[in-house]
């Protein structure tokens, strides 16, 4: 019944921006932690940002902090990631799942439910 739906990626030139989406069905975001993560070919699924559910308050991981904006928009149950001064190295299939804990921890293990992924590649 959970559901989660990933969009906005594509092919973006360095120091472009992209608005990626996660559109929740079954659910409302408000309700859960939602965190944004990313995987590149052979390498493991990173932690990018997270939105709690308690208060609304965001982690990011370093590489991108300054950068990406996580945000939660309850009227459409989506939640967001706003990309700007993208490099090559964001280059990966990126995921949003869902997670019950109340807090933001920018690990896959406690995110239970989530999207097929949309490919964000960053090359001129």
């Known amino acids: 019944q959970l559901q989660l739906v990933e969009s906005g990626g594509g092919l973006v030139q360095p120091g472009g921006s992209l608005r990626l989406s996660c559109a929740a069905s079954g659910f409302t975001v408000d309700y859960y932690t939602i965190g944004w993560f990313r995987q590149a070919p052979g390498k493991e699924r990173e932690g990018v940002s997270c939105?709690?559910?308690?208060?609304?308050?965001?982690e990011y991981a370093d590489s991108v902090k300054g950068r990406f904006t996580i945000s939660r928009d309850n009227a459409k149950n989506t939640v967001y990631l706003q990309m700007n001064s993208l490099k090559p190295e964001d280059t990966a299939v990126y995921y949003c799942?869902?997670?019950?804990?109340?807090?933001?921890?920018?690990?896959?293990?406690?995110?239970?439910?989530w999207g097929q992924g949309t490919q964000v590649t960053v090359s001129s």
């Open positions: 799942g869902a997670s019950l804990f109340s807090l933001c921890v920018l690990h896959p293990h406690p995110f239970n439910s």
């Open positions: 939105i709690n559910s308690s208060d609304g308050g965001t």
